[in-house]
């Protein structure tokens, strides 16, 4: 028989709750969300934009064992403490404290959940394994993936997320991690830190809580590498190791060729070089990779193992994975990495558009937010990538986008639609088979719609 995740009286001895209305419920998972619990979950009732306790009935008719609020709702097993994230933030630090699984932290400006995933896949290949759901990285997420760690794991990612200064600190707290990875900096959420060394020194924050004799994963290739490197050994971790694609870094990638759906290339780990594999596209997947190998090591990983491991990584919806899409009169590719956008990461992605075999290379762009007074510009500056990468078309929207557009050669001048619908309604008209089209802008662009409609006629 598996092991309950938690029993009532863990819950009550780890938050302080009271239990009401039964006090021998076992809980086999944990939900916020009554649309995808599932039966024996505990019902955690969060304060957000709509209130959980008005869901607490809807858990129990989907098969909630118990619900942990903040104030009592109707009848049935509950666990009631004072503050709901309180208390599941008390859980996710007694999860942790109870399980001697190694636990790795990855924040960063772009790729943290594309690391994150190489890195669970690594640990799932070698023994029991957690990691955080999708992108939930933060003062929510964070707690809620601590607190579904099964007790039996023995190594575990997870990815802190932060807005604002003064986020990643509390994150860091309680994951209290072994490993602390920053996979790169770069100009997102430079609206509200400013410059991207402020952007360093809260990403630096994952060292502020460490375990001891914890390590230090830095990205070498980023201009702002040393700037992390001292940082780290302020916070006081034990060791310092680089990742990266130039010779000098602790991991690096000597070697990296990528094509349509897979990648292949030459990893150098401490000097010993290993061949790998990847079933993902993309020339930002070798520092990806690299990060992943790094971190893995200092959780009871052998080298070999590792980088045999990546080539089992799924590639992650939103995130540049290929579908083929039904259009008039045959097939599309769909290039969705809609999730997010920054500088970087769109740059990467147009690079990898512009080497895809294609009728047309049609790029869908979205804006990219939070960027600040020098928005405009780092939008304009895309149409560079677009020439180099040799982009047959261009399709935006968002008032950022629309400068870009208009300071693109009228052969690349797709259309620039002030509204997603109208975007969409006219990508469904001008794809024909043999196109691939990239998508890809900040999550509030909305870009990621279009993409769920043209998957909805994926053949």
């Known amino acids: 028989m598996t092991e309950p995740l938690w029993t009532a009286r863990e819950v009550a001895l780890a938050t302080g709750a009271a239990l009401i209305d039964g006090d021998d419920w076992q809980a086999t998972g944990l939900s916020i969300d009554t649309r995808t619990l599932v039966p024996g979950d505990l019902f955690i009732a969060l304060h957000a934009e709509r209130d959980g306790h008005e869901f607490v009935a809807k858990a129990y008719e989907a098969g909630a064992v118990a619900a942990l609020v903040d104030h009592r709702v109707g ?14 933030q008390r859980m996710g630090v007694q999860a942790r404290m109870r399980s001697n699984a190694y636990r790795v932290a990855v924040t960063g400006s772009v790729g943290k959940s594309s690391v994150k995933e190489a890195i669970a896949t690594i640990f799932r290949a070698v023994g029991p394994s957690h990691a955080s759901e999708k992108s939930y990285n933060n003062h929510w997420g964070v707690p809620l993936s601590l607190a579904k760690m099964p007790k039996i794991t023995m190594r575990s990612v997870f990815e802190l997320g932060m807005n604002h200064a003064g986020e990643i600190a509390p994150l860091s707290q309680m994951v209290c991690p072994h490993v602390g990875l920053i996979t790169r900096i770069a100009p997102a959420h430079i609206e509200a830190l400013g410059t991207l060394e402020a952007i360093a020194d809260e990403k630096a924050q994952v060292w502020s809580s460490m375990a001891d004799n914890g390590v230090a994963i830095i990205p070498a290739d980023d201009p702002l590498g040393e700037k992390l490197a001292a940082l780290a050994m302020a916070q006081g971790v034990s060791r310092v190791v680089t990742f990266g694609t130039n010779q000098g870094a602790d991991v690096w990638v000597s070697a990296f060729d990528t094509g349509p759906n897979e990648s292949r290339g030459q990893m150098v780990v401490f000097g010993e070089p290993h061949n790998f594999s990847l079933k993902v596209s993309g020339t930002h997947w070798a520092g990806n990779a690299a990060a992943a190998v790094a971190a893995t090591l200092f959780c009871g990983v052998e080298s070999a193992d590792a980088v045999a491991a990546l080539a089992t990584l799924e590639p992650l919806p939103g995130r540049g994975g290929a579908v083929q899409i039904a259009v008039s009169g045959g097939q599309a590719t769909l290039l969705d990495d809609a999730y997010n956008a920054n500088p970087v990461s769109m740059a990467a992605a147009l690079e990898t558009l512009g080497g895809w075999p294609a009728k047309r290379r049609i790029a869908v762009l979205g804006d990219m937010l939070e960027l600040g007074e020098e928005a405009r510009q780092y939008h304009e500056a895309l149409a560079w990538n677009l020439q180099q990468a040799g982009i047959d078309q261009v399709y935006c929207t968002g008032p950022f986008m629309k400068g870009l557009f208009y300071s693109l050669p009228k052969k690349r001048q797709g259309g620039w639609f ?13 794809v024909i088979p043999g196109d691939v089209l990239l998508l890809k802008g900040s999550n509030g662009s909305r870009i990621h719609q279009i993409a769920s409609a043209l998957k909805r006629g994926t053949s």
Do not use: F, P, R, T
């Open 75 to 88: 009848s049935g097993a509950q666990a009631l403490v004072d503050d709901s994230l309180a208390g599941l």
């Open 418 to 430: 002030e509204n997603i619908e109208d975007l969409q309604d006219s990508l469904h008209k001008i």
